[in-house]
């Protein structure tokens, strides 16, 4: 069967269930529309807005849709990088990294005055913030010196420490706190092309479990901390979203669409899907409705 969302043709095989309810790709709400990639897309703590990198304009600039009002707009744009936005708990500040002081640095953009400021005063070559509920600590992907690898690092702002969590011979990207603040997981692999693991260390860095074998990528955690899901290619080229329980049980493949899908994000409440799906014009976003659990 083949159905169409505004410039992307979808080859529908299958549907599966995603919290007890049947998931059609085809019945996604398309939210971007531009010529470029539009993704990594992050859920305001309200649920309410979905900041997004997107490269319409050449560089990589932060965008933002309001659900209420649905509309795009603008939020840091420039001759340089900005990407991987992601949300303060307070909903105040969206905190992104760039590449305007050279080295990739994290900053803050804080909506009521508009201003950008470093979010730490070290320099230290890092991206792709993660912040527990309490936004006492970040989390982020450091590159390391002295293994040139990109390792975990976190960052305390009360005592203004700076900590580096895994000391692998393997790179370390992507972390993402668990929702309630005490663990964090991530990917793990020896090169970008190479099959990933996703290891669960707690504040220490100390490794729990690990999940192997899934190849996963543009991991994201379930609000309610039980489950995560993850866009693999284990099964189909181009990469299908699926789940797993943290502890390894309840693998589900949850698209059967063919098609390519990255970043994954899943609303406060659990009842909206945000992704971005490449089409004819690139990656643009899209949400799902989801049931309540």
């Not at 309001?66 to 509309?71: A, K, M, S, V």
């Not at 011979?169 to 309630?180: G, H, I, L, Y």
């Not at 309610?224 to 099964?235: E, I, P, T, W």
Request: charged share 25%.
């Amino acid at each position: 069967m083949i159905r169409q969302i505004g410039n992307v043709l979808f080859f529908i095989c299958l549907t599966a269930t995603l919290c007890g309810q049947e998931i059609d790709l085809a019945t996604a709400k398309q939210i971007t529309f531009e010529q470029g990639d539009d993704n990594c897309p992050a859920w305001s703590p309200d649920g309410t807005k979905i900041a997004f990198q997107t490269n319409r304009k050449g560089t990589w600039d932060i965008y933002c849709y309001d659900l209420n009002q649905e509309c795009v707009f603008p939020l840091v744009s420039g001759q340089f990088n900005y990407q991987h936005p992601v949300w303060l708990p307070d909903g105040k500040s969206v905190v992104f990294d760039s590449d305007s002081l050279e080295i990739e640095t994290l900053f803050s953009y804080q909506l009521t005055d508009r201003k950008i400021r470093r979010l730490f005063k070290r320099m230290i070559r890092c991206r792709e913030a993660s912040f527990a509920s309490s936004a006492r600590q970040v989390y982020f992907s450091g590159f390391d010196k002295t293994s040139t690898e990109w390792q975990i690092y976190s960052y305390d702002f009360i005592y203004d420490n700076l900590n580096q969590l895994t000391f692998s011979k393997s790179r370390c990207m992507d972390p993402q706190v668990a929702p309630d603040g005490k663990h964090l997981m991530f990917v793990q692999s020896e090169t970008p092309f190479e099959r990933a693991s996703i290891p669960f260390i707690n504040w220490y860095g100390e490794e729990s479990h690990r999940l192997d074998s899934l190849n996963a990528q543009n991991t994201c955690w379930h609000p309610n901390g039980l489950k995560l899901y993850f866009v693999s290619d284990r099964d189909e080229n181009g990469g299908e979203l699926y789940s797993i329980w943290e502890n390894g049980t309840h693998l589900e493949r949850i698209t059967y669409d063919s098609i390519e899908i990255q970043q994954p994000d899943i609303s406060p409440d659990g009842k909206k899907l945000a992704l971005a799906i490449n089409g004819a014009l690139g990656l643009d976003l899209y949400l799902i409705q989801l049931s309540e659990e």
